[in-house]
Structure formats: C-alpha cells, structure tokens
C-alpha cells in the first residue's frame, strides 16, 4: 500500500494517481499538455519528455517512492521494453 493509502504503490499509480505527488506530477503535466493529452503513456514521457520526466522523478522527496519509479524506468530504457514498466 502506498503512503497516500489510496493506491498500490506501483509506477502507474505513482505517476498519474498518488496524491502526495500532484505538485510534482503538475509540471510534468503541463510540459505534456502543450502538444499532448493527459495521460500521456509512460512510453511517451520517457521518450519525448524524458527531461520534464527527470525533473519528476527528482523532485519526488519520497525516497521509496522515487527508488521505484528510477529503478522501474531505467529497467525500462535499458531492456528497451515497449509495452509496460513495470
Ligand atoms: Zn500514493
């Protein structure tokens, strides 16, 4: 369970769900707005919003959140897997 208790703590949640995120995610959304729909697919905000996505993941001063969400993506960009994260 995640520290907001309102989700699983996975990267789906922490992304586009977790309440204790929405300062952060709000940037990272407003970089996406301009030329797409939210939510944007983890796909896309890694590929083309890698820097706004970088500066969401280091401004989550959650440790344990933010240890999930780096080691997920950069599971991701390494395997080079397309359809999910996790
Ligand atoms: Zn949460």
Redesign the pocket.
């Known amino acids: 369970m995640?520290?907001?208790k309102?989700?699983e703590?996975a990267v789906d949640?922490?992304l586009y769900?977790?309440?204790?995120l929405e300062q952060e995610r709000d940037s990272l959304k407003a970089a996406a707005l301009r030329t797409e729909n939210w939510p944007v697919s983890k796909k896309k905000l890694i590929n083309k919003f890698n820097n706004n996505f970088k500066k969401f993941t280091n401004n989550i001063t959650l440790d344990k959140l933010q240890t999930i969400i780096v080691t997920s993506t950069n599971l991701y960009i390494e395997q080079g897997i397309v359809a999910e994260i996790m």
């Open positions: 995640c520290s907001c309102s989700g703590q949640h922490i769900d977790c309440k204790l």
